[in-house]
């Protein structure tokens, strides 16, 4: 392995845990956000298979010069024969230590899984702002931590729970697949299905002019079930006007009419029709469209325009600001705005999760014991429920 494989050092190298048997290097970031940590390798395995086959494929020895080269990086200077190392009671770098570059992970995130792996509880942070939340999903993801961190992640992800709908936030869809928060990941999947417009490249854009895209920050299919599960909502609403364009041009739209009174009958189903025609023409939705694919407005958007501006079409306003009527059903309460109303509430209401079931199979799965059991609400206990004093480097 040559030294411009290797991300560069920067600051000092950070110890975690007790040095018993092989000791590794830990590069993890890069670019300005990156980090040096030195561990002992049997610590690593309790991490996880991933972790085992990391050191496997991707650990190196380094020559003794390039070692040396390394230290001087992060410490500034130049060392000759046997590194000594700076912390007390550590012993010296006497045997070159396995190399692992992690540049493409966070380092608070690595830090936070090596502070729990040696049990440096007192260490943990007390808190996260949402990115370093959503950091360490991906990187519970990415390594197959889930259990490590699940005693813990209630309480970095306390602060956040109330905020989970709010604009911003759509990224509590990570934190709710990696951490096993079915009930969050399942309403707020289905909310974004059906507030969700799209853009001229056909990606989800939310109500407040976010584009959603994947870049590692959205759990893997999700977007495309949300952008399938608003194309499924939009469809329903759709049949929804062509299928009572259907009763209103086939003149029974009149619900108060005697039909023995041809005239009131007629006229009633008749001023309804050419309203409504002429309100989906506006719309792009007449002559009827035979896909949902060039809607470009969200399902709420559509369901809200259908049933709040189809009333207000009878009244036009003039230059001057007053209102006139236009042609209105003889019977205003068979106006077509008012019978759409309840069936656009309803499809909204009654929308299906955007989900699949394997997608859920893999969210109960990351949902551990541990969070959910509340004999263990203290994350500072062992496994026992009793304190654990963290082992500190003397």
Request: with cysteine; glycine share 8%.
């Amino acid at each position: 392995m040559d030294s411009k494989d290797l991300p560069p050092p920067h600051g000092t190298i950070e110890c975690f845990g007790e040095f018993e048997g092989p000791e590794v290097l830990l590069l993890v970031g890069h670019g300005g956000d990156c980090a040096t940590f030195h561990i002992a390798e049997s610590y690593l395995r309790h991490l996880g298979p991933r972790w085992k086959a990391l050191q496997g494929v991707r650990a190196h020895r380094l020559s003794r010069g390039l070692f040396r080269g390394l230290l001087s990086g992060v410490f500034g200077g130049s060392y000759g024969g046997v590194f000594r190392n700076p912390f007390t009671g550590l012993r010296g770098f006497d045997k070159n230590p396995r190399i692992l570059n992690l540049k493409g992970d966070y380092p608070d995130a690595i830090r936070i899984l090596l502070q729990i792996v040696t049990m440096e509880f007192t260490k943990l942070p007390e808190k996260l702002d949402f990115p370093e939340l959503v950091r360490l999903a991906e990187v519970a993801a990415r390594w197959d931590c889930h259990a490590m961190l699940a005693k813990f992640i209630e309480g970095w992800a306390a602060p956040y729970r109330d905020r989970i709908f709010l604009p911003g936030y759509e990224q509590w869809l990570y934190i709710a697949h990696e951490f096993g928060y079915e009930d969050e990941y399942l309403e707020l999947s289905r909310r974004l299905a059906i507030c969700c417009s799209i853009d001229s490249q056909d990606r989800l854009v939310t109500p407040d002019g976010s584009v959603l895209e994947q870049r590692g920050i959205f759990p893997l299919d999700t977007l495309f079930q949300i952008h399938e599960g608003r194309r499924q909502i939009l469809h329903s609403i759709i049949k929804a006007l062509y299928d009572l364009w259907a009763i209103v041009a086939n003149g029974s739209s009149c619900q108060l009419a005697d039909e023995t009174n041809s005239y009131d009958y007629r006229s009633c189903a008749g001023v309804n029709l050419i309203e409504f025609t002429e309100y989906l023409r506006g719309k792009g939705l007449f002559p009827m469209i035979k896909t949902v694919e060039p809607i470009r407005y969200s399902p709420f958007e559509l369901a809200r325009y259908v049933d709040t501006e189809l009333l207000s079409h009878t009244v036009d306003l003039d230059s001057e600001g007053s209102s006139s009527p236009r042609p209105t059903p003889p019977h205003i309460d068979c106006h077509v705005g008012f019978q759409l109303g309840p069936v656009m509430q309803n499809i909204l209401d009654n929308a299906r999760w955007p989900v699949e079931i394997s997608i859920v199979d893999r969210i109960r799965s990351n949902t551990c014991e541990y969070r959910l059991d509340p004999a263990f609400d203290d994350p500072y206990a062992d496994v026992d429920g009793t304190p654990v004093l963290p082992r500190e480097l003397v």
